[in-house]
Structures are given as C-alpha cells and as structure tokens.
C-alpha cells in the first residue's frame, strides 16, 4: 500500500510539474487541441507523461517509435495520415523537443509530405533546444528559404547553423551568402538536397518514403519545365495551364506519387500543400 501511494505520489507530482511545461509550450506554437481524430489516436502529451510515471523522455522515445513505425504515404489516406502525424510528431515535441529523431523525420516526412509549415514548426522547436547541433538551424533555414520564401530568416538560421558547426560553417556560410545574394535555383537545391537526405538515410522505409518525395518534386520540375518552353515559344506569361496540353507543351499531367498534386499559383506551378481541419497556419 506505502508503495502504491508512493508512486501515485510521484506519478501526480510528474504530472503537475510537466502540466505547467506542457501548457506553456501548447501556448507558444501550435495546439492540438481542435485537431480531428481519425483512425489513430494521439493521446495528449501530458497522458502519456503520467503513463510512464511521469518520465517525459521515456514517454517521447515510446510515442516516436510509434509514428515512425506507424507512418505511411497511402494515397486515399493522405488526409488522416497527415493529421497523426502532425498530432503525433507534435506531441513528441512537447515532450522532448530535443529529440533528435523527431526533428530528422518530422523534416523528411512532414515538410516534404505537404505540411511544410508544421515540419518548420518542429524544427525551429529543435533549433532552440539543441543549441549544439547545426542540424536543425540548417533545416530550418532551407525551409524558410524553399517553402515559406523568406529569405532573411531563411540567411538567419544558416549563420546559426554556421556558428554550431565544426566541419561545414564554410560551406553553410556560403550558402547564406548565396541566399541573399539570389543566386540559389530553388528547386534544383531542394532536389538535391532531397536526394542526398535520401543516400544517407539508413532505414529503408524512410528511403522508400523520401523515394517518392524526390518523384513529386520531379513532377513539379517537368511542369516548370513545359511552362517555361511555352512562354519563350509564345513570348507571353501562361496563365492556363491545360494550354500546355492543348498545345503539345505537355503530354499529360506528372502524377504525384504521393496523391497531394500541384497548384499554379500567380503563374507559377507549386507543390501542394495539405490542409489539415483545426490546424492553425492553414488557409
């Protein structure tokens, strides 16, 4: 019985002490609160604290390993997968928000997969908790760049990954250097920035999922590809684009291996973007 009330002692105590941390940080970002609950359940972060007695980053190691055994990219589910893992990857964060697998495929899947402002998120989450690691400043900085389009706070957070490393501080400088100076093609470096994140992954299954990454960004490459040819064919802006298979510009639309697909935007083609019901950040 002593022992019993003890740990429910230290189970509450756990409990209160990360209520206080949790409800802080649900206030700083993004809060799960309003987020639809499909087929999988993400219990809230302090749950899961309290489950495994009150330890945090036991609770994290467990949800993460969860998320990433439990991802997939089926197509018909793109909606319902994209809100666990949001819900998931989030939760994970509020946890731990070091924690270093959380941040590396919560950037490869989230941001990649549709949901590049909650990938961003995440990573500038990761960025301030883990003032070692050049990582996470990096990825936040290419995401501003390519995805959010803000080069200043994208040229930021690569002087910061600058300053954290010892190997690569040249080479991230150059490439903030670079970013203001306009002389990055987006989608070239993001290509290959896709493709090298591929190689050096080590999990096959995340090779397969950065696999089809690469193909939507090729597809988005080939619609770049045709605009570009009809517009210095016929010296004019596209502003409609089935004129480019109407006009023999394009055979056909790329299919997104992902079943998100593509947008033209201000006359220019764009990656789609998921939007999750409840999420804020989405318009």
């Given at each position: 019985m002593k022992k019993d009330r003890l740990w429910w002692g230290l189970a509450l105590g756990g409990f209160l002490a990360f209520a206080v941390i949790a409800w802080g940080e649900q206030n700083q970002v993004i809060s799960p609160a309003n987020l639809p609950v499909r087929d999988r359940v993400v219990?809230?972060?302090?749950?899961?604290?309290?489950?495994?007695?009150g330890d945090r980053f036991l609770?994290?190691?467990?949800?993460?390993?969860?998320?990433v055994a439990t991802a997939d990219d089926v197509r018909d589910g793109a909606d319902g997968n994209a809100s666990f893992a949001i819900r998931a990857r989030l939760a994970v964060a509020l946890l731990n928000p070091c924690h270093e697998d959380n941040y590396y495929y919560g950037n490869a899947l989230l941001t990649w997969g549709g949901m590049a402002e909650q990938g961003t998120e995440l990573m500038g989450r990761a960025m301030n908790c883990r003032g070692w690691d050049e990582l996470p400043a990096f990825f936040f900085g290419f995401n501003q760049f390519y995805f959010l389009k803000n080069v200043e706070r994208a040229r930021q957070a690569l002087e910061e990954a600058a300053r954290r490393s010892t190997v690569n501080a040249a080479a991230m400088r150059k490439l903030s250097i670079m970013l203001a100076a306009g002389e990055i093609k987006e989608e070239t470096a993001a290509l290959e920035y896709l493709r090298s994140e591929r190689n050096a992954a080590q999990d096959q299954k995340l090779r397969r999922m950065l696999d089809k990454r690469i193909g939507r960004l090729e597809g988005l490459l080939l619609l770049k590809a045709a605009q570009k040819r009809y517009e210095i064919a016929r010296k004019m802006p596209l502003e409609e684009p089935d004129v480019l298979i109407r006009e023999g510009f394009l055979l056909a639309y790329p299919e997104d291996p992902m079943g998100?697909?593509?947008?033209?935007?201000?006359?220019?083609?764009?990656?789609s973007q998921i939007k999750v019901d409840g999420l804020e950040g989405n318009k």
């Amino acid at each position: 019985m002593k022992k019993d009330r003890l740990w429910w002692g230290l189970a509450l105590g756990g409990f209160l002490a990360f209520a206080v941390i949790a409800w802080g940080e649900q206030n700083q970002v993004i809060s799960p609160a309003n987020l639809p609950v499909r087929d999988r359940v993400v219990l809230p972060a302090v749950v899961q604290a309290v489950l495994v007695g009150g330890d945090r980053f036991l609770a994290a190691n467990l949800e993460s390993i969860r998320v990433v055994a439990t991802a997939d990219d089926v197509r018909d589910g793109a909606d319902g997968n994209a809100s666990f893992a949001i819900r998931a990857r989030l939760a994970v964060a509020l946890l731990n928000p070091c924690h270093e697998d959380n941040y590396y495929y919560g950037n490869a899947l989230l941001t990649w997969g549709g949901m590049a402002e909650q990938g961003t998120e995440l990573m500038g989450r990761a960025m301030n908790c883990r003032g070692w690691d050049e990582l996470p400043a990096f990825f936040f900085g290419f995401n501003q760049f390519y995805f959010l389009k803000n080069v200043e706070r994208a040229r930021q957070a690569l002087e910061e990954a600058a300053r954290r490393s010892t190997v690569n501080a040249a080479a991230m400088r150059k490439l903030s250097i670079m970013l203001a100076a306009g002389e990055i093609k987006e989608e070239t470096a993001a290509l290959e920035y896709l493709r090298s994140e591929r190689n050096a992954a080590q999990d096959q299954k995340l090779r397969r999922m950065l696999d089809k990454r690469i193909g939507r960004l090729e597809g988005l490459l080939l619609l770049k590809a045709a605009q570009k040819r009809y517009e210095i064919a016929r010296k004019m802006p596209l502003e409609e684009p089935d004129v480019l298979i109407r006009e023999g510009f394009l055979l056909a639309y790329p299919e997104d291996p992902m079943g998100i697909g593509y947008e033209f935007e201000n006359g220019a083609f764009i990656l789609s973007q998921i939007k999750v019901d409840g999420l804020e950040g989405n318009k």
